[in-house]
Every structure is written in structure tokens, then in C-alpha cells.
């Protein structure tokens, strides 16, 4: 998820940070939460199979952890977008497509 403001101040394309968010909901692609949210430092260490969370949060540009506030309300938009469409159509034509395995890896 990417952050667009925080504290009502929109936060300009290079400023904005991604972060991993846990919701009690689904959310899907082009939603807008407006939400408290608490931020937490990823730390990593190695697991036993060699998973190095911090490092694959690097990789993947991901700035943070984030969870919403406990016991605050949240706000969910649907916007529909051209991604979200382009990625719609696409799920829908190969849903039942015996080569679907290989289009998504």
C-alpha cells in the first residue's frame, strides 16, 4: 500500500513510502483507506529456511509494517482505475485457461 498524505498533507510522487498493511477487511486494487494507522519498523533476522523479512521488504521497496489502530474507524473507497480494470479483464479471460499457471508466474 502507499501512503498519499499523512496528517492531511499530500505527499508529493518521491515522498510517498509503501508500507505492508494488515486490515480486517479485503482490500482491492484502487482502493483508497483512510484510516489511524500505527507504523513499525521491519526487523529481520534469518528463520531457520534462510527467510530474511527485512531484506525481501528492501527488495521489494517496502518501507514498513502497518496496522490499524485499535478500536479506530476506517474509511474504504472503491475507485475504479485503469489498473484495476486492465487487471480485471485479464483475470477474466484466463480464468478457466489450462496455461493460467504460466501467465501468472
Known amino acids: 500500500m502507499t501512503i498519499l498524505s499523512i496528517n492531511?498533507?499530500?505527499l508529493s510522487f518521491f515522498e510517498r513510502p509503501s508500507v505492508k498493511l494488515y486490515t480486517p477487511?479485503?482490500?482491492?486494487?484502487?482502493d483508497e483507506l483512510q484510516a489511524l494507522v500505527h507504523l513499525a519498523p521491519v526487523i529481520g533476522v534469518r528463520n531457520q529456511v534462510g527467510f530474511d523479512k527485512e531484506q525481501y521488504y528492501f527488495a521489494h521497496r517496502i518501507s514498513a509494517e502497518?496496522?490499524?489502530?485499535?478500536?479506530?474507524?476506517?474509511?474504504v473507497r472503491s475507485v475504479d482505475n485503469w489498473q484495476a480494470t486492465l487487471h480485471q479483464a485479464v483475470v477474466s479471460a484466463t480464468e478457466n485457461s489450462p496455461i493460467k499457471?504460466?501467465?501468472w508466474r
Not at 25 to 30: I, K, Q
Not at 66 to 75: D, E
Request: net charge negative; charged share 15%; aromatic share 4%.
Open 25 to 30: 477487511v479485503e482490500l482491492t486494487m484502487g
Open 101 to 103: 499457471v504460466i501467465i
Open 66 to 75: 502497518s496496522i490499524l489502530a485499535i478500536g479506530s474507524h476506517f474509511i
Open 8 to 10: 492531511g498533507e499530500k
